[in-house]
């Protein structure tokens, strides 16, 4: 169990274009996945990027079962990503709203791709691919936004629509 600090907005990192992973199968890999998974479990999260701990390199984890931060939120299966590529499948965009664990307490209203094809390796190195839409394509764009160095406080229209949740939104049930 390795509950790693999350970096927020304002660390340097978080700004940087990640380093692709070149080998599968490492320590270094298999250490920096359970380090990831066990602190977005840890803070309840629908998904990490290896740069929020510290890590600048393209790794993602993602996944939604039910989460209490996200009630409404249709189920997307859980996911290591590596290496990301995002196609978008077509140019038809839609807002909602989305947090960040770099941006703690804070909501935004940001506009994504609705349709998108996605893909990367696994972590044993696999590679594929996936056609998804909605929820499951605004969470892959919000993560791989993270290994190029994109908040999504950065992809809003309206910074009005910048909020902290209490103010925003009824208080988190937990
Ligand atoms: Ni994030």
């Not at 890999?29 to 929020?52: E, S």
């Not at 993602?60 to 996200?70: D, K, P, Q, S, T």
């Not at 390796?121 to 929820?135: A, L, Q």
Request: hydrophobic share 40%; aromatic share 8%.
């Amino acid at each position: 169990m390795a509950i790693k600090q999350v970096l927020k907005m304002g660390h340097p990192l978080l700004n940087r274009q990640a380093d692709a992973i070149s080998e599968f199968n490492t320590p270094l890999l298999k250490t920096l996945l359970t380090d990831m998974r066990d602190t977005m479990a840890a803070l309840d999260g629908a998904g990490l990027a290896a740069p929020q701990i510290g890590v600048s390199l393209q790794v993602v984890i993602f996944g939604l079962e039910f989460n209490a931060r996200y009630p409404d939120a249709e189920p997307v299966p859980q996911t290591v990503l590596i290496n990301p590529t995002i196609t978008a499948q077509s140019q038809q965009m839609a807002e909602d709203w989305e947090g960040c664990l770099s941006v703690p307490g804070m909501r935004g209203l940001v506009p994504r791709f609705t349709h998108i094809k996605y893909t990367g390796y696994t972590e044993t190195g696999e590679w594929f691919d996936r056609e998804v839409k909605d929820f499951h394509a605004r969470v892959v764009q919000h993560e791989v936004d993270h290994l190029n160095g994109i908040l999504y406080p950065q992809r809003m229209k309206d910074l009005q629509a910048l909020g902290f949740e209490q103010d925003t939104f009824p208080p988190l049930k937990e």
